[in-house]
């Protein structure tokens, strides 16, 4: 039938040129002659075609080829039939809703679903939704939504797969090589669209809950953290020196407090949105962020770095100057700060190759204490794999990128180790203590409760 149809086609568009070149040449009478020739042989074709038909619609079809070129009344009572007839050949889209014609199936989607996620599951496009993932409950706005469209497919290509995979393992076994390997890649292939969930994930949760992605820090209006004014006020000349520091260290100390929880609460709300995350026991949740949140904290740093010198500046555009952090930290801690920001921003990273390298970060399998050491050098190697890709796609074959950020681990822990360090420093302080103490505690311990 399809066989006949496209000869159809051919003929009648060899026929359409023969007559728009004579049309060029001839006198009118002898164009119409051949119109009329045109147009018996197609009905003559048409009706040949029609025989052949094994269904109505396909009948009704060609019915309406002939009518609207006989210039018939009736034309539109045939294409109402025409329309009810193609409606049962259509189905909608399980990813958009859209309605699409089964001649271009696979499977469940319309062919632009899926052409959208063949593209970004094999590129891993990581996506994010800026409605927290829920436009899937509204079609209409589900293809302005990368994440959720390339999400909801996932989901449905993952069920599929799996069906297909219980299906075959169902099968009884007849030790063939080719059921076997059937029943690997099919397996292959289950695994697969889960790592592309994972680094979704990621990625979402990434743009959801970090105040440095380039969107937000575009329109960043610097001003100081603290006033120099507000400083020099409380460390009037009558104060004597050292008095005049602690009351300056404190105020710095006060005012850091607050960027510095939010910074670290924002970190754990990355993290407890990601599921694999959550698969972990709550007690290595706990090792994984209390012992790897400076170094995504220096990574969040990092993208404003650049807007000012010698300044930590964080996402609302507020900044301590490298001399405030001196009086509040320690000169060696503060030059680890500043050395691990400017190496990380060096690298240039994109939005979300800093997302990826937070998570590879919180992966870390080899940290003091983790139970599950094994599931957490699984999701790391994803990770890295994740990264190389989407650092070659980014930045062409700069595989270096990916090497120094592996090489600057240490210099982020051993920044961490001091951090540390100094927080049990500020227990000569005990006000000052308990309150770091009170952030950490309300950040790592409550949140898990
Ligand atoms: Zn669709
Ligand atoms: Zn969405």
């Known amino acids: 039938m399809a066989t006949s149809k496209k000869s159809t086609q051919r003929l009648d568009g060899e026929a359409h040129n023969r007559l728009t070149t004579s049309a060029q040449e001839s006198s009118s009478s002898a164009n119409s002659s051949l119109s009329s020739m045109f147009l018996d042989r197609n009905r003559k074709l048409d009706s040949a075609a029609e025989n052949r038909s094994s269904t109505s619609c396909d009948a009704i079809e060609n019915k309406e080829r002939k009518i609207d070129l006989s210039g018939i009344e009736g034309e539109q009572s045939d294409k109402r039939d025409l329309a009810s007839c193609s409606s049962t050949k259509k189905s909608l889209c399980e990813v958009c809703g859209s309605e699409w014609s089964q001649e271009e199936a696979t499977d469940f989607a319309c062919y632009t679903c899926y052409e959208f996620y063949w593209r970004s599951k094999e590129l891993r496009k990581l996506y994010y939704c800026q409605f927290s993932g829920t436009c899937m409950l509204d079609n209409t706005k589900i293809k302005n939504c990368e994440y959720c469209r390339a999400k909801k497919h996932l989901g449905l290509d993952k069920k599929l797969n799996k069906e297909q995979l219980k299906k075959l393992e169902s099968e009884p076994f007849d030790l063939s090589m080719v ?171 994109h939005d979300d190759e800093v997302g990826l390298f937070s998570a590879l970060l919180l992966f870390q399998p080899d940290k003091p204490g983790i139970g599950d050491r094994d599931a957490a050098r699984i999701y790391y190697k994803k990770i890295c794999k994740a990264l190389e890709l989407v650092i070659r796609i980014n930045h062409g074959n700069k595989d270096e990128i990916f090497a120094e950020f592996i090489n600057g681990i240490p210099q982020l822990q051993s920044l961490h180790t001091k951090h540390d360090e100094m927080l049990q420093m500020f227990g000569r302080n005990k006000e000052e203590s308990s309150k770091f103490a009170a952030i950490i505690k309300e950040s790592f311990e409550q949140t898990f409760a």
């Open 179 to 349: 059921q076997t390997l059937r029943i690997k890649y099919q397996q292959k292939e289950v695994e697969r669209l889960a790592d592309y969930e994972f680094l979704l994930t990621i990625s979402h949760s990434h743009y959801t809950n970090c105040d440095y992605i380039a969107m937000k820090t575009k329109k960043i209006m610097l001003h100081p953290a603290i006033s120099i004014e507000k400083e020099s006020q409380e460390c009037s000349s009558k104060i004597a020196d050292a008095t005049c520091s602690e009351q300056q260290k404190h105020s710095i100390f006060e005012c850091f407090l607050g960027f510095f929880a939010k910074n670290i609460n924002s970190i754990v709300k990355f993290a407890k949105q990601i599921p694999a995350f959550l698969e972990f026991s709550l007690q290595d949740q706990r090792i994984m962020l209390k012992s790897n949140y400076i170094g995504i904290w220096m990574l969040h740093l990092s993208r404003t770095s650049e807007l000012l010198p010698n300044a930590l500046i964080f996402s609302d555009g507020s900044y301590f100057t490298r001399q405030q952090l001196e009086i509040m930290y320690h000169f060696e801690l503060v030059d680890l700060i500043f050395e691990s920001i400017s190496s990380l921003t060096r690298l240039r990273l």
